[in-house]
């Protein structure tokens, strides 16, 4: 199968070369071949096209026709016949402005509303419209790039990586794609005055086109700072983008309709100058290319992994199945020490089903000591997804997916030989650093075995906070406070209830806490679901991506996320996931920062997809470490 899908992926684009005309067609019938193969199967049809993507690009076009139907456009280029000296300058004036709107409008677009325009400045000035057209054509195509809204290969790329608008201009704190264009429009400017230096016709101001209709032009504005807005909103669904094009154009219809600007005729006119076919042809090519986490590799490989990797798996779980011998010795690690041992590159495994591990628990055994592991065949495996494991005398851990409804939980579940196994790390390693990493950089910091994300603490003021022993601050701000102890049992505080920072300190020397988590709220305390109907942090009436710390027994943890494989969002608010944890049968259960922030990582490797497909970075995770020395 795995062969198959390749060779119709391949086949799809030399069609397109091919046969131009029909890529619409060739694109949905390869779409369709896939479905029938149960590639793709029937029922992720829906989840596996990218509407965000899509209604991005309808909207957009949508409102671009009734911009350019204004004649704003036409305006604006008379503009610039007025105020420059010559036909050199208007040429490069040209060039540069059809690349300013090609930023916020798609450049094919731009071409059509500017194209015309140059050519009726070359027929006014006698001169040849090659020079004219070559500079919008160029230019437009090259700023297209340096918005979300520029180009479809922006939008494209945007929903793949789970980009919003702002982040063309900055991203991860680095200057975006907006900078990188602008340099290279800069550059054009000396290139095109050598072009265009025989141009030296003087201009003639002309009479200015009149706007006939100054809406389409605060729809598309509108647009824009709509899209900028949004880029600031934490834990937003994906398709927002999308909804909020289309929205924009279909209330620039409605207006338009109210005041009777807007024909039959018009409104068929208009709704033409959305390209189905291009948007056909993106349907039927993104299930295939993949958005976020769900990529051809992943679709075709994981389920039909192929007879050699599946026997080298078996082959390495059976390996351990015979030959592990756990001796378990406590040994103790020094939280003064923040790099811990390194794990056994030999521990780690992976296999394809649940009941590949149905040896796991039995060699966890001595470390379990008499509980039951809540990971076992009775789970219901998501389709397509792995189980990945380690193992070594002082910690057994092991992953795996559970669908509910459209949502997916992640479960990571962990039993370590001794507290001090249980750890925090902060972003370079002390408190209060103003750097921030993901959770995939920090574990590998620390050599962590099992990590995820913690409670953000640099973000947010709330809680009572200790770090090593000592409480570092006591906020007014209400929250739950989870605290870890000595022993790595998860103790409560609850947010009414009020704390010096000396009353803190003393509980914490009473109760041996070596560290804190300030975020919330409880979910279960003492075998008891607990959680509010509301709270300060954390919107936990909405729907958004959720993580939890839970304790099962002495010594025995599971960290859960909820969130969703695909483009869609829906995930359960804090009620529907306290249900979730408190189905784990766990005695303590806490909630960590959810939204993009929740991941866990085993190893090297990211287990749950993060909401918009890529970790956000933070400023603190709490891990598993292995206490046998390194090779042990």
């Given amino acids: 199968m795995k062969t198959v899908a390749l060779l119709i992926f391949i086949a799809v684009y030399v069609l397109l070369l091919l046969l131009p005309n029909y890529r619409a067609i060739s694109a949905l019938a390869a779409a369709a071949i896939f479905v029938l193969l149960g590639i793709v199967p029937l029922g992720e049809i829906t989840g596996a096209v990218d509407w965000n993507v899509l209604l991005m690009l309808a909207g957009t076009m949508g409102t671009v026709d009734l911009f350019i139907r204004s004649n704003m456009p ?75 809204v520029g180009d479809t290969t922006s939008i494209l790329l945007a929903g793949h990586m789970g980009l919003d608008f702002m982040d063309f201009f900055a991203y991860e704190g680095r200057p975006g794609m907006f900078g990188v264009v602008e340099v290279g429009a800069l550059v054009t400017v000396p290139v095109m005055l050598f072009l265009f230096r025989k141009e030296k016709g003087k201009l003639y101001g002309a009479e200015l086109t009149p706007v006939t209709d100054y809406l389409p032009t605060g729809l598309l504005l509108g647009t824009v700072a709509s899209l900028i807005a949004a880029s600031f909103v934490p834990d937003k669904p994906e398709i927002t983008n999308g909804v909020i094009c289309m929205a924009f154009f279909l209330v620039g219809l409605i207006l338009e309709a109210v005041r009777g600007r807007l024909t039959a005729n018009v409104a068929a006119d208009v709704m033409k100058a959305i390209d189905y076919e291009t948007l056909a042809l993106l349907a039927g090519l993104i299930p295939r290319l993949g958005t976020g986490s769900q990529k051809l590799t992943v679709k075709i490989s994981v389920p039909d992994i192929g007879q050699k990797y599946d026997q080298a798996v078996a082959a390495q779980a059976a390996m351990l199945r015979e030959n592990y011998q756990p001796a378990v010795q406590a040994k103790k690690l020094n939280d003064g020490d923040l790099i811990a041992p390194v794990p056994n590159p030999n521990g780690y495994g992976q296999v394809m089903k649940i009941s590949d591990l149905d040896w796991f628990a039995e060699k966890a055994a001595p470390l379990l000591d008499g509980q039951a592991l809540y990971f076992g065949n009775d789970r219901e495996q998501l389709p397509g997804s792995v189980v990945n494991f380690y193992l070594d005398d002082s910690i057994a851990t092991v992953t795996w997916k559970e669908p509910y409804g459209t949502t997916v939980l992640t479960f990571a579940e962990v039993v370590i030989a001794d507290g001090s196994q249980f750890r925090r790390f902060l972003a370079d390693g002390r408190y209060g650093a103003d750097t921030q990493y993901t959770t995939t950089e920090m574990a590998q910091t620390v050599n962590a075995v099992l990590a995820s994300s913690g409670d953000f603490y640099k973000f947010h ?172």
């Fill in 74 to 148: 036409n305006r604006l280029s008379d503009r610039l016949v007025a105020l420059l000296p010559s036909v050199k300058w208007l040429i490069i004036a040209l060039a540069l402005f059809a690349g300013l709107v090609s930023a916020f409008v798609d450049n094919v677009a731009t071409v059509l509303m500017l194209a015309p325009v140059g050519m009726a400045i070359a027929k006014k000035l006698k001169i040849s419209p090659v020079a004219p057209i070559l500079a919008i054509a160029v230019s437009s195509n090259l700023q297209g790039a340096a918005t979300l």
């Fill in 461 to 632: 003021y709330n809680g009572i906070v200790v770090y090593e022993n000592t409480v570092r601050n006591v906020y007014t701000n209400k929250a739950d406070t989870c605290y870890i102890n000595a022993d790595g049992d998860l103790l409560f505080g609850y947010q009414d209830v009020k704390m010096t920072k000396e009353e803190a300190q003393k509980f914490v020397d009473d109760n041996n806490i070596r560290f804190s988590l300030a975020f919330g709220p409880i979910l279960v305390d003492n075998g008891q679901r607990c959680e509010p109907e509301n709270y300060d942090l954390g919107e936990v009436n909405s729907i958004s991506p959720r993580a939890a710390l839970c304790q099962m027994g002495e010594l025995h943890y599971i960290v859960a996320t909820a969130n969703t494989e695909g483009p869609w969002q829906d995930i359960p608010t804090v009620k529907t996931f306290a249900k979730n944890i408190a189905a784990t049968g766990c005695r303590m259960a806490y909630c960590l920062d959810g939204g993009q922030t929740a991941a866990i990582v085993m190893g090297d490797q990211l287990i749950n997809r993060p909401v918009y497909g890529q970790q956000r970075k933070i400023s603190d995770i709490i891990y598993f470490a292995t206490a046998m020395p390194e090779g042990g």
